[in-house]
């Protein structure tokens, strides 16, 4: 049987179309940048090979001590297989895990954040990072949000979306009234001004909260925000309309975590 070219899964990384299709085909990921390396490593995902730069490849090998094979090429050649020059010098590629169920993950949780509709990478990357900046125990995505493992997201998160429990729940949004049966108080985020202010919402403290946010521009479907206990906005000056989704949440996150520590 023949050997796996490792440089296979580095290949047409500009191409973000061709690479989703590949890398779900495949059950695979790729990283980029040596602070989603060291949360690759630190996570529970196989790494199935690193690809560096000979700028970076000492500093590569001594962090992955062994772990994956590790392929070092000129700059020029990486840049060649990519499709781009990797200004961080490394990429890594890791096999993909199969997706906890959502009661797996909301057992034992406090705050959760949800998300629909969400597909712009970038956004949803620093979604991530606020989620974990503020103590947030799980995010769970609806099936038209983008992937949270695709490389621009990774990248932006600073790596912590492997290391903020994740899932994709089916069934939305009649998942959310299972949410509040469980007892989770579920708070749509929405610029709308009838919605209550967020301060309001920190102050009743609930128990398990759980804040929907959407896409920006659509934002939340109607049938997200009619399954919702609440409507929570973010006061802010006359004449702005909203803000981006990623920092609305930490706004939010910040408001009900400030009241609760």
């Known amino acids: 049987m023949a050997r796996r070219d490792p440089l296979e899964d580095y290949r047409h990384l500009n191409d973000p179309a061709r690479r989703r299709a590949v890398e779900r085909h495949g059950g695979f990921f ?15 995902y196989p790494v199935r090979s690193v690809l560096a730069t000979r700028r970076k490849a000492e500093r590569v090998r001594r962090l992955v001590a062994g772990r994956a094979p590790v392929v070092v090429r000129d700059d020029e050649e990486v840049a060649a297989i990519a499709g781009f020059h990797v200004h961080r ?12 169920a959502a009661g797996e993950l909301l057992e034992g949780a406090r705050l959760v954040v949800l998300a629909e509709g969400l597909n712009d990478h970038e956004n949803l990357g620093a979604l991530f ?3 974990a900046a ?18 621009r997201s990774v990248r932006v998160s600073s790596g912590h ?12 949004p009649g998942a959310l009234a299972g949410l509040r049966e469980a007892g989770w108080c579920v708070a749509a985020l929405t610029p709308a001004a009838g919605a209550e202010p967020v301060d309001d919402l920190a102050a009743r403290h609930p128990a398990r909260l759980a804040l929907l946010v959407g896409a920006e521009g659509p934002g939340l479907t109607a049938a997200a925000l009619a399954a919702a206990d609440t409507r929570v906005r973010i006061p802010m000056a006359p004449g702005v309309d909203s803000l981006n989704v990623a920092t609305a949440a930490a706004v939010a996150l910040y408001a009900v975590t400030r009241r609760s520590g």
């Open 30 to 44: 790729v990283t980029e940048g040596m602070v989603a390396l060291q949360a690759l490593l630190e996570s529970p």
């Open 89 to 100: 010098g490394v990429l890594a590629a890791a096999d993909r895990l199969p997706l906890p």
């Open 129 to 131: 990072r606020n989620a």
């Open 134 to 151: 503020f103590g947030v125990d799980a995010v769970l995505i609806d099936p038209t949000t983008a992937d949270p493992l695709y490389r």
């Open 161 to 172: 979306v492997l290391r903020v429990p994740w899932t994709r729940v089916d069934g939305w």
